[in-house]
């Protein structure tokens, strides 16, 4: 963590200078760039659930187009059902 304390007869935009120096000599602001949209790998339990949740969804889409009464409220209906 960076801290700054604010120097004798220093003007504010001196103190914020001072603090983006060190910032960026202090390498955070690439590691949390970096780190920003980071997200976890799935386990193989939750890739299998959620391709039988995709092979579920295109077997009712599947169904009901076949019928001919496919629209978007339907597969809002059938996400519903099965459970997003």
Do not use: C, H, W
């Amino acid at each position: 963590m960076v801290e700054v304390e604010k120097r004798e007869k220093e003007t504010s935009e001196g103190l914020i200078r001072r603090f983006t120096r060190q910032l960026q000599q202090s390498k955070i602001l690439p590691q949390a760039r970096k780190n920003r949209f980071f997200s976890k790998k799935k386990t193989r339990a939750q890739l299998r659930e959620d391709a039988m949740y995709k092979q579920k969804v295109k077997k009712e889409v599947d169904k009901y187009k076949k019928m001919g009464v496919f629209d978007d409220d339907k597969l809002k209906d059938i996400k519903k059902r099965i459970g997003v």
